[in-house]
């Protein structure tokens, strides 16, 4: 009887933050043993039948580790982490915050107003059904061979993901979301800020987790032309040079990043759609 309702509300919120953590802990360990057993098969299957094209996992992890952390030279990290890598890196998260600030803009436009989506549907569905990796020549042409050609590759590439996830996600809120905000004569930018794109959140994030992950992608195939560094570039010279262990380490950096760079847009859209997830429970 002595107990406060603050202290229900602590209690309440540290058993939702102990479950949250016991899922994703949960998750983790799924999704970590099968990577070991994925991991063991491989280095069982290349260990009984070696093959200089497949190399065992412990190979590519030892070369891996010296290739961009050797300390021989004194430093935490090598050239190939410190410039190509971090050349990439920039590329990908430019292109990405354009594109995305664009495909929110343009979808945000497009699912609000009925004639502008009308007029501007068999446009987007055009534009959209040519692969981006098709259009990168025509980027080389207008901007040449510098990273603003890349930067802008990037950002175009993405920018269909974002776009129709956030048209999709504004044309679809609820006209009753709509009404009562008139009802309580909230200016329009108050109805926008306030209720559509909070509705709009969750297929916003959806479009940027795909995104950012074709981000990279673009940023790989813009660097296997024209360019002088970059993990692309890298990838390109060691299948040019049959450096076979090379190829690999590259390719596992990208799958790391890759990660890495998805782990910490699931966390952003944990923190912002934590609203979401309650109302629904």
Known sequence: MSTTVKEVHVKAKTGQISGTAGRVGSRLAYSS???VVLLLLWQLGTAL?????????????THAWTM??????????????????????????????????TGVLVGTAIGLYRILRDVADPV???L???????????????????D???????????????????ANGVG?????QLAMGKAFRLSKRRQLTGIILP????????????????????????EFMLSTNGIGFQLIQSQARFQILDMWSWMLLLAVLGLLLNTMLEITENRLLAWHRLARS
């Open 199 to 222: 509705a709009a959140l969750p297929k916003i994030f959806a479009g940027l987790r795909l995104a950012l992950t074709g981000a990279l992608m673009f940023a790989i195939v813009s």
């Open 148 to 166: 603003s050609m890349r930067v802008a590759f990037i950002a175009y590439g993405i920018s269909w993901f974002v776009l129709i996830n956030t």
């Open 68 to 101: 961009f952390f050797s300390t021989a030279g004194g430093g935490l990290a090598t050239e190939a982490m410190t410039v190509h890598t971090f050349q990439t890196l920039g590329r990908v998260l430019l292109g990405f915050v354009l594109g995305s600030v």
């Open 124 to 126: 987007v569905e055009f």
């Open 33 to 35: 043993g099968l990577l």
């Open 172 to 176: 679809s809120i609820h006209p009753t």
């Open 49 to 61: 039948n070696p093959s200089p094209f497949f190399p065992t996992p412990l190979k590519i992890g």
């Open 128 to 146: 959209r059904s040519i692969p981006a990796t098709a259009t990168l020549p025509l980027f080389i042409v207008l901007l040449g061979g510098e």
